[in-house]
């Protein structure tokens, strides 16, 4: 059975911790960066953290102080550590591309793998 793209997942009490891991390969390590998104039942899904090449990174307001996204380039490893998580922090999560459109790195994205679930419960 092969390793499959995003792991790190689990089941964890509210105030947990997790740390997602996300296998990618040197040419995905466009200019646009990298990012994680999750989608909780019921929801759109939605962009929570991303990083770019030049090291700057975005959260989303919800996550913000409680995430890191990091990139290991040797390793080709794209991280996303998860602490004092939340009962609405439980989701499908999801590694990404953002799309390089009309000049400039777009929002929309492009996931090659299956998600890792992250159950957080009270």
């Known amino acids: 059975q092969v390793q499959p793209v995003e792991s790190g997942g689990g089941s964890v009490q509210t105030g947990g911790s997790l740390k997602l891991s996300c296998a990618a390969s040197t040419y995905m390590f466009s200019n646009c960066g990298l990012g994680w998104h999750r989608q909780a039942p019921g929801k759109e899904r939605e962009l929570v953290s991303s990083?770019?090449?030049?090291?700057?990174?975005d959260y989303a307001d919800s996550v913000k102080g409680r995430f890191t996204i990091s990139l290991d380039k040797v390793q080709q490893v794209l991280y996303l550590e998860m602490n004092n998580l939340k009962t609405d922090d439980t989701a499908m999560y999801y590694c990404?591309?953002?799309?390089?459109?009309?000049?400039?790195?777009?929002?929309?994205?492009?996931?090659w793998g299956q998600g890792t679930q992250v159950t957080v419960s009270s």
């Open positions: 990404g591309i953002p799309l390089f459109q009309r000049g400039s790195c777009r929002r929309t994205y492009s996931f």
């Open positions: 990083i770019t090449l030049d090291g700057r990174t």
